[in-house]
C-alpha cells in the first residue's frame, strides 16, 4: 500500500532564507507527483506537477525534484517570503489520478 | 477562465439525514474526485469518476455514493450523515491523455458539520 511521508510536519524560517520540504513515497510505482499549497479554510492550489520520466519543475521560486527510485521528492522555496506561508502538501498519483496526500508541513516565514 | 465550483461553502445537518454536496466543474475533463480532510489523516478518496455513467470507490467510501449523469457535475450523496462524517469535502478533476498531464486541480471545499 503506498504511504506519503512528509517532514517536518512544520517548520519556521526568518524571511528571505531559501529551505526545503521532503516528501517520500514507498512505491516507486507512480505516474506523477504533484505539489499543492493550502491556506487555512481554503483549497489546494496546484504548484508543481512532476511526470514520472522527469527529474525536477521549476515555477518562479519554487523547484520540485523527483528521485522516483529512491522514493522521493523535495520542493525548494529560494528567497522566502511572509505571503509563502501555508501548508505544502505532496501527493502521488497511483492510477490514472487517484492521489494519495501526504500529511503536510506547514511553514511559516516570519518577517 | 475554468473552474471548480462547489455547493454549499458550509452546511450543517442532523444526524441520519441525507445531504447531498454539488460539484460542478467548467474544465470539461473526464475524471472527477471526491476526498475528505481531516485533521490527523489528512486527504482521503471517497469516490471518483472517469467518465458519464462511471463511478467507482476509493478509500474510504463507506456512507457515501456518488452518480455522473453528465460531464460538468458530480454530486457526492451521505445517505443519512453520521458525526463521523464531520469534515471538508473538496472536489477534484483531472484529465489524462496524450495531450494532458494529469494535473489535478481542486474546488474550494464544504465545511460539513453533523451534529
Known amino acids: 500500500k503506498q504511504e506519503v511521508t512528509q517532514i517536518p510536519a512544520a517548520l519556521s524560517v526568518p524571511e528571505g532564507e531559501n529551505l526545503v520540504l521532503n516528501c517520500s513515497f514507498t512505491?516507486?510505482?507512480?505516474?506523477?507527483l504533484q505539489w499543492f499549497r493550502q491556506d487555512p479554510g481554503k483549497g489546494l492550489t496546484s504548484l508543481l506537477l512532476?511526470?514520472?520520466?522527469?527529474r525536477e519543475q521549476t515555477s518562479g521560486r519554487l523547484n520540485a525534484s523527483l528521485d522516483k527510485s529512491s522514493g522521493r521528492s523535495t520542493l525548494y522555496i529560494a528567497a522566502s517570503q511572509p505571503g509563502d506561508s501555508a501548508t505544502y502538501l505532496c501527493a502521488v498519483n497511483v492510477d490514472t489520478g487517484k492521489l494519495i496526500f501526504g500529511q503536510g508541513t506547514t511553514l511559516q516565514v516570519k518577517p | 477562465d475554468a473552474e471548480i465550483t462547489q455547493s454549499p461553502r458550509h452546511k450543517i445537518t442532523e444526524t441520519g439525514r441525507q445531504v447531498t454536496l454539488a460539484c460542478h466543474q467548467t474544465w470539461n475533463h473526464n475524471n472527477m474526485f471526491w476526498y475528505r480532510q481531516d485533521l490527523g489523516h489528512g486527504l482521503r478518496l471517497i469516490h471518483y469518476s472517469y467518465g458519464v455513467q462511471d463511478t467507482n470507490k476509493g478509500e474510504v467510501s463507506d456512507g457515501y455514493s456518488v452518480s455522473r449523469s453528465n460531464t460538468e457535475d458530480l454530486p457526492l450523496t451521505l445517505e443519512s450523515a453520521a458525526s463521523s462524517q464531520t469534515s471538508v469535502y473538496f472536489c477534484?478533476?483531472?484529465?489524462?491523455?496524450?495531450?494532458?498531464?494529469?494535473?489535478?486541480?481542486f474546488g474550494p471545499g464544504t465545511r460539513l458539520t453533523v451534529t
Open positions: 512532476i511526470q514520472s520520466s522527469q
Open positions: 477534484a478533476s483531472s484529465e489524462v491523455g496524450l495531450a494532458a498531464s494529469g494535473e489535478q486541480y
Open positions: 512505491d516507486s510505482a507512480i505516474y506523477n
